[in-house]
């Protein structure tokens, strides 16, 4: 370790990894410091269940936001697999149990499935017209998302062309999501499986006047301007495995186990101190990238954070290895396709509006909404072999209405409730109880893990359980001074933001990472012979292309 670096990042998360690549193949010295024993923060894959070989992605599971070009750019070798199922919602209809069952790969499948639920193909129809103004503003979206941003007004024009493009503009922008939801679908079911993707992570509801719904649900559906979320083979781990390597083979340099204590940030050269080993050491830095939220620099530098309303995470985790898929009490559909979608549970429109509400007032939901994911019957590699032929599964379950507010108090108590009340949620569609189909541990205790909102905010410091760091933005400029900007700033000079706290962060995307990256390299293009190299040569110039 020298001790003095062009870039010094804080957090080797995926968002750090993509810098450091970046960053290191354009020629500068870069040092990432992590302070878990391992690199990848929320995107690690981990032994959760000693008893057992099976790694599972502990706090997120599916990639949407990644970008192909970054996948490029660092030469990534990702396997990223599609689900055959999009999603299963079952219902009941007249007392019997049934299901909505969207296909990834059969229309018709959708569109007959459909039809069971509301006897009309007009449904159908109309939710294909609401995803197609995702998909219109996607489209016009998505390659600005690595661009230095936009003003909002210079936005919109772009949506100027037709019809469509203005109610896409309309209905995602100008309006609370609610209103559109409610002018296409009229089945409740329907309305509330489209509104899911609004409140993932957030404490939101259709009408909120913030338009914090909106702006979630826009991250939810512009990734590579298809929207759709893929499966990545050998889970996160096998994600940020490429992303370590590629940071490695650019020349980066990573430590791990470090006890981050002071950092420099008003002087030059800017300065990091942190314990390795037991070992005070202090390192100089010409640019700092910060890989965690405001609130965490916040600490660092002796200031008082001071957060939004909106920024307050609202997510219950729950991690399970299974012995066996769960039985359905409707027939319609078999097991694995119902599992191997997003699995909906009491997510119809009106009872989130109540969970809302009542989350709000300091009570855990009546009704508790969920949904779950099995990652291993789209890829089963996280298992070792000897699980994948006894039937062993993995599952995720997602629980929204759950502010950090309720479980600030009494975080064990409050947890093992809200654990009870989701499984609950769940075991009203089984034939079977999930409890019967967990894997058991050598002490007789169930294979299955929980996380509450200050459980995730004390393991990776997202401010309140915050998946995003904190509220989601728009991706334009929605002030003057941010127009032309990377949105990395910190007010800091040299000091920048490169995870999901960044304008257009959050989610598994590395955009943040690039962002930064490239602000950086503009910095150093303004003055390219300014300073020198660390070992005396000039700098050479950057071989990554800064569009601005």
């Not at 995107?43 to 000693?50: A, D, E, H, I, L």
């Not at 399970?320 to 097991?335: H, Q, V």
């Not at 990395?488 to 690039?514: D, L, M």
Request: proline share 4%; aromatic share 10%.
């Amino acid at each position: 370790m020298k001790s003095q670096y062009d870039v010094v990042i804080l957090g080797a998360g995926h968002n750090g990894l993509v810098a450091a690549s970046y960053l290191g193949r354009a020629g500068l010295s870069v040092l990432l410091l992590e302070k878990n024993n391992y690199v990848g923060g929320a995107t690690t894959s981990q032994k959760v269940f000693p008893d057992y070989d099976a790694q599972l992605s502990r706090y997120s599971y599916l990639v949407g936001l990644f970008p192909e070009k970054i996948i490029r750019d660092l030469g990534l070798n990702l396997d990223l697999r599609r689900r055959a199922t999009g999603s299963f919602t079952p219902y009941l209809n007249h007392g019997q149990d049934d299901g909505l069952l969207l296909s990834n790969v059969d229309e018709e499948v959708s569109r007959q499935s459909m039809f069971e639920l509301t006897g009309n193909n007009k449904e159908f129809e109309q939710m294909k017209a609401f995803y197609n103004l995702s998909r219109v503003f996607a489209e016009k979206v998505w390659d600005t998302m690595l661009e230095p941003l936009l003003a909002k007004e210079e936005f919109r024009r772009r949506f100027d062309a037709d019809d469509v493009s203005r109610e896409a503009w309309r209905s995602l922008v100008e309006e609370p999501l609610g209103t559109a939801i409610e002018r296409y679908l009229k089945n409740d079911l329907v309305r509330g499986l489209v509104f899911t993707d609004a409140k993932i992570g957030v404490l939101t509801d259709p009408h909120d006047t913030s338009l914090l719904q909106n702006r979630c649900f826009i991250y939810h559906l512009i990734g590579n301007k298809t929207g759709e979320w893929k499966v990545p083979v050998g889970g996160m781990g096998a994600v940020v495995r490429e992303l370590e390597q590629a940071a490695q083979q650019a020349g980066a340099e990573i430590l791990t186990n470090v006890d981050l204590r002071t950092l420099g940030l008003p002087g030059k050269p800017r300065t990091v101190e942190f314990y390795k080993d037991g070992e005070q050491q202090t390192v100089e830095a010409r640019y700092i990238l910060v890989n965690f939220g405001p609130n965490v620099l916040a600490r660092y530098i002796g200031q008082l954070y001071q957060p939004d309303a909106t920024d307050e995470g609202s997510v219950f985790k729950i991690n399970m290895l299974l012995r066996r898929l769960p039985r359905l009490k409707g027939t319609r559909y078999r097991s694995d396709q119902a599992w191997c979608g997003t699995f909906h549970s009491d997510e119809g429109y009106e009872q989130m509006n109540a969970s809302y509400d009542q989350a709000c007032s300091g009570r855990l939901p009546i009704k508790t909404p969920c949904e779950v994911y099995c990652h291993t019957l789209t890829d089963n590699s996280i298992l070792s072999p000897e699980l994948r032929e006894k039937g062993f599964h993995t599952m995720t379950l997602f629980g929204l209405d759950v502010p950090w507010s309720l479980f600030a108090r009494d975080n064990r108590n409050m947890r093992k409730h809200a654990e009870k009340r989701f499984i609950e949620s769940i075991n009203q569609w089984l034939d079977e109880p999930l409890e019967d189909c967990l894997a058991v541990a050598r002490d007789g205790s169930l294979c299955i893990e929980s996380k509450s909102p200050v459980d995730i905010e004390d393991a990776l410091g997202m401010f309140q359980g915050n998946i995003f760091q904190n509220a989601p933005t728009f991706p334009f400029a929605q002030r003057k001074d941010q127009v032309g900007t990377w949105g990395v700033e910190t007010g800091y000079e040299n000091v920048f933001f490169c995870g999901s706290s960044a304008h257009r962060g959050g989610a598994v995307s590395g955009i943040p990472g690039h962002n930064a990256a490239m602000k950086v390299l503009e910095e150093i293009k303004k003055t390219p012979n300014s300073d020198k190299s660390r070992t005396g040569a000039q700098r050479p110039t950057p071989n990554v292309e800064v569009r601005s």
